[in-house]
Structure formats: C-alpha cells, structure tokens
C-alpha cells in the first residue's frame, strides 16, 4: 500500500456539477479541508458533453429555424452557404474550455485542492489516486462523497462500437449528412431535433411507439406529432441486429434494422449515435472494499440524505441515479455540505426531491413538473383529478401558413375540492424560461384559484395558464 500523503475532511470523487458545489460549499462557507479528485475535465458531463455545449447546439437549430421562419415576416433572406459546423464547433469548444478554467479558479477561491487522476477506494476512509503523470498517492479522509456521475451506453448490436454515444456528438467535426439516432429518451429526442433544423437528414430509431415514455402523454403525443410534420423520419418498433462499414463509402455505415414497415432493411448512414441509457461511473472505484451497497442497475444506493449503507460515505448525482439532472446534484451537494459542516443548526439539511421541474430541448421546447396523468389517476382517483387543457396556436406563427404553425399545449393536473396542483405540463416555444416560474408556485403548493387570481400578461402564451377554464 502507497503511504498516506494526505488527509482531509471532505474528499469529493469526481469533479461535476453536484461534486464542485459540494466541494465549494464545505471549503469555502464551512472552512473544511477539501479535496477533489477528477479523471477527465472540471464541470463533468453538463459541462464538457451535455447541457452547456447542447443548448448551445440547440441555439443555433433554433437560429435555423428562425431563418426558415422569417419570410412569413416579410424578410428575403438568401443563405449563401450552408451552416458552418465546423467553426461553430470551434466556437463552442472555446466556450466550453473558458468553462474549465473558471471551474478552476472557483475552486483556488475557495480554497478546495484537486487532484487530476483516477481514485480507488481502498477503505471507507482512504483512497489510492492514480494520477496522471504516472505517480500515485494515498488520501485518508474523514468524509468521502461520492459524485462520479454516470456515462452513456452502448448496446451489444453486432458493431455497435461504429457508432457514437452523445459524447461523441460533441466531437463531431463533420456535420453528418443521413444519421441514425437510437433511443427514445430525452438525449435521443433534443439530439435529433437540433441534427434536423441544422440539415442533416434525421432518422429516430425507437423500441416502441412513442419516445419520452415518462413524461405525460400529451408531451409524447405532440412531440411526436410535430417532429414527423417537420420532417423526422421515425421508426416506430425498431431494432438493429448489426452495423458494418459500408464497402464502398469511406466513412458510411449499413445499419442492419428492422420496424414497424420493414423487415431486415439496411440504411445507409455517415453517422451512428446511441441514445440507448447511462450508467453510473463506478468501474474501477472499489466501491466492494469499502463495503458500499449498489442496485441492480449499478447505482450506488443513497438515502434522501445522501447517505449510503457505509457511515461516512455519500453519494449524490447521477452516480445515485435518484433525479439525474445538473440543478438536482448542485443542490443536493450544497445541502449536503450545509450539513455535515454547517452546525447543528443545517443537521437536518437535505434537498426535497418532490416536484423538480424539468426541461426537454426540443422542437418546440418540452417542460414538466409534478405528476403525469395517468400517475395522478392511479395515486388519486378519477372521481378526486380534474385536468385543465388547451391547445393553441402561439402568435408568433400567426402570420405563417397552416403547414408551419406548431400547436402549444399546456396541462394541468389537480387534485381534490381545493384543486391542488399536482402537475405542470407544456409544450410550445418559450416553454424552458416559463417553467421556472410555475414551479416555484406549485413547489409552494399552489392551487387553480390561486392561478386564476395571478392577472394574466398579454399578449403571451404563458397567460394561457392563469386563464383554463
């Protein structure tokens, strides 16, 4: 066993969004002695390969689509060349690595150390670092937080490793011209829009007959909808039995695949990209040396105060796999810190993991908080929910033709005579910025009345939600 080298109070593995906050929080608020291990870049997957530089992509499809969209204002605008992938991948790099290095600063401010390698857990309270210039050190820790994240998934198809997982997407310096997404999750719904609007021939492969099967069946139902009426091509009850590189083609694949119209059709395609699932990082981790439990799917299994089965242990983010979003991990990391180092005042600190609002970049935008109809149904009654809809044409689109008018759909679901809302959910442009409000309200438990009371902003389509009748 290496000597011990170091000790600390808090040792934070994996330097993400949940872990950097976690790790700031206890150094900087609490004067902890901390230190961060991470094997790959500071910001963790929203930084380097999900959210930040995704809606930067989705800016600029949205930019596309407005292009599309401005002659019905009167503009003639001539594009002169097609888009730019490769500056704009560039640009985006730039902006992600000017990330990096204000991670890093953020981190020296508040006095957190971090170390650039590879951590084992040898016990619950010390852990071998194998760093990157070769050498290797040994950190004895009060506190350990786990906050490793998670990674995508690449099935077993014949092949499959032709493809690309949507960390590869971000290192696409070629626009694809025909791409195959698989999946039906949100990764695979946002990446096949913003492919689409930027050009490239998009074909969404599915298992089922929907995609974004845990949101509420009006979102699966007018999403679906708009992505075919904007061109899309899904593939409803799909499998691919085996990939191979196309014979002729340098830099094109056959997908060998069958669906709900074809059986055992191959597709020609110049780009593969796997939407099929994450996993938690946690190879390698030890986590069987220090006895910490995991679930059947891998993750490390954590109580709603980040506790895990080992005292002194914690694990929050996607690692956890409990709500796997950015905001969810800062929060539970902050709220985590608050109370192993705050005081007796934080010692029952802990995030509330009911009504999370969540966004969906697609085309049009996707939000959504609280329950889901059927789950309102089966947990209330049908004779205790009432349900609020409407479906409209947002006054944006007002002066374009019918074939280019997206419907906006917005639901509520209530519980009980006081009308309690439960759950939160729309569709139409503008949806991601209008959540944030409506979610406090309803995290405060708001009821319809309470709606009908707010005097509505016109003209807005969010006013739609103060008015259902």
């Known amino acids: 066993m290496a000597p011990i080298s170091k000790e600390c109070d808090y040792l934070v593995i994996g330097a993400g969004s949940g872990g950097l906050a976690s790790a700031r929080r206890a150094s900087g608020q609490w004067g902890a002695k901390t230190i961060v291990i991470e094997s790959s870049k500071l910001g963790g997957t929203c930084v380097n390969v999900g959210c930040v530089p995704k809606k930067v992509t989705w800016n600029a499809a949205a930019i596309a689509e407005t292009i599309h969209e401005a002659k019905s204002y009167g503009f003639s605008i001539e594009e002169t060349a097609p888009f730019d992938w490769k500056t704009f991948v560039q640009k985006r790099t730039a902006y992600v690595r000017r990330l990096n290095g204000i991670y890093e600063k953020n981190l020296e401010k508040d006095h957190v150390e971090w170390l650039y390698g590879r951590a084992h857990l040898l016990s619950k309270n010390e852990v071998e670092v194998a760093l990157h210039d070769g050498n290797k050190q040994t950190i004895r820790a009060k506190k350990i937080l786990l906050a490793t994240g998670g990674h995508p998934d690449i099935p077993t198809t014949p092949g499959a490793d032709l493809g690309i997982t949507s960390d590869g997407f971000f290192e696409l310096e070629e ?20 492919f689409h609007h930027l050009g490239t021939e998009t074909h969404l492969f599915i298992r089922h007959n929907d995609f974004l099967r845990v949101f509420d069946p009006m979102i699966q139902q007018q999403i679906m909808a708009e992505y075919e009426r904007q061109g899309i091509i899904i593939h409803r009850g799909s499998s691919q039995s085996k990939v191979e590189k196309h014979p002729s083609k340098p830099g094109w694949l056959n997908l060998h695949y069958s669906d709900s119209k074809t059986k055992d ?63 969810v991990a800062i929060a539970a990391g902050r709220q985590l810190a608050n109370r192993l180092f705050g005081g007796p005042e934080y010692k029952d600190a802990r995030l509330d993991y009911e009504n999370v609002p969540s966004v969906v970049f697609a085309h049009p935008e996707v939000g959504s908080i609280g329950m889901t109809e059927p789950a309102a149904r089966e947990k209330y009654g049908d ?87």
């Open 265 to 327: 059709g191959v597709m020609e395609i110049d780009s593969l990209l796997w939407a099929v699932g994450r996993s938690p990082e946690v190879e390698d981790l030890g986590l069987d040396k220090a006895g910490i439990k995991q679930n059947q799917r891998g993750h490390v299994i954590a109580d709603g105060y980040q506790n895990t089965n080992v005292e002194n242990i914690y694990a929050l983010g996607d690692v956890a796999g409990n709500v796997e979003l950015t905001p």
């Open 175 to 194: 626009q694809p011209k025909r791409v195959a997404v698989v999946g039906a999750g949100y990764i695979a719904v946002e990446m096949s829009g913003m």
């Open 383 to 469: 004779n205790n929910i009432k349900i609020y809809y409407t479906s409209f044409t947002a006054m944006y689109y007002a002066l374009m033709g019918p074939e280019n008018k997206p419907p906006t759909t917005y639901k509520l679901i209530c519980v009980g005579p006081e009308e309690k809302i439960v759950g939160l959910h729309i569709v139409g442009s503008g949806s991601s910025e209008m959540l944030q409000g409506f979610a406090v309200a309803i995290k405060m438990g708001a009821r319809k009345k309470d709606f009908d009371s707010c005097v509505a902003i016109h003209p807005t389509s969010a006013e739609e939600l103060v008015t259902l009748k």
